[in-house]
C-alpha cells in the first residue's frame, strides 16, 4: 500500500493595505495605548532638557554658582586645560576649521602642572573677588536676560552669545556705586564646560 504524500505549503501571511476597511477601523479602543505612547514621549523629551548637559546649561550653572558666590561650584564647571588653550590664542568670530585643529592640539599639550596653577589662580580671585561683593554689597545679582546666538565653532565646541545683566545694592551708596548695567557677553564652552567668560570676568 503506497502512502499518499501530503505536501504542505509554508505561506507567509502579508499585510494588505488596498484590503483595509479604514472607513470602519475602530480606532477608539486603541486611543488609550495612544495616549502612553504620546505620555512615554513627552517624559523622555522633558529629561533630556532637564539632565542633558549644552552650551547654554553651562552658562546657567557658571551664572548660577557666580551669585551663590560658590566658588566650588563654578570651579567644577570650567575646563582649565580648555581656558589655557584658548586664552589670548583665539577670536570667535574669526575661527575657522584650522583654528580648530589647532586648539584641539593646544589642548592636548597643555602641562598638568599648568592646569593646577591656572585653577589656584582662578580659585583665589575668586574668593577675593567674593569677600569684596560681601564687604561692599548688601545684594548682587548676575541674570540671564536671554540667549541671544549659540554657534558651533568645531567639535565639542560653541560660542554662547547672553545678554546678562548685573544689578548690585551698595552697602554704604557713599563709597561704593550702584551697578545696573546689561550687556551682551560671549562664553566660549567646550565639552560642555566653559573656557572663557566673556566680559563678566575672569
Do not use: H, Q
Request: glycine share 4%.
Amino acid at each position: 500500500m503506497e502512502e499518499e504524500k501530503v505536501e504542505v505549503k509554508n505561506e507567509s501571511k502579508k499585510f494588505n493595505l488596498k484590503g483595509f476597511d479604514f472607513k470602519n477601523f475602530d480606532y477608539k479602543k486603541y486611543l488609550p495605548f495612544a495616549g502612553i505612547a504620546l505620555a512615554v514621549i513627552v517624559v523622555i523629551i522633558i529629561l533630556v532638557v532637564l539632565l542633558g548637559g549644552g552650551p547654554k546649561k553651562a552658562v546657567k550653572k557658571f551664572v548660577s554658582g557666580m551669585n551663590k558666590r560658590n566658588v566650588s561650584k563654578i570651579v567644577k564647571n570650567i575646563d582649565f586645560a580648555g581656558m589655557s588653550a584658548w586664552e589670548f590664542n583665539y577670536d570667535e568670530d574669526d575661527f575657522s576649521d584650522d583654528d580648530y585643529d589647532n586648539f584641539i592640539e593646544d589642548y592636548k599639550d597643555i602641562d598638568k602642572d599648568e592646569i593646577k596653577e591656572e585653577s589656584k589662580y582662578i580659585e583665589d580671585m575668586m574668593e577675593d573677588s567674593f569677600d569684596d561683593m560681601k564687604d561692599d554689597y548688601k545684594s548682587y545679582k548676575i541674570k540671564i536676560e536671554k540667549f541671544k546666538d549659540v554657534e558651533k565653532l568645531g567639535k565639542d565646541l560653541y560660542a554662547v552669545d547672553a545678554k546678562i545683566s548685573v544689578l548690585a545694592k551698595p552697602k554704604d551708596k557713599d563709597e561704593t556705586d550702584e551697578i545696573d548695567e546689561s550687556e551682551t557677553a560671549t562664553f566660549i564652552v567646550y565639552k560642555n564646560k566653559l573656557i572663557s567668560f566673556g566680559e563678566i570676568g575672569l
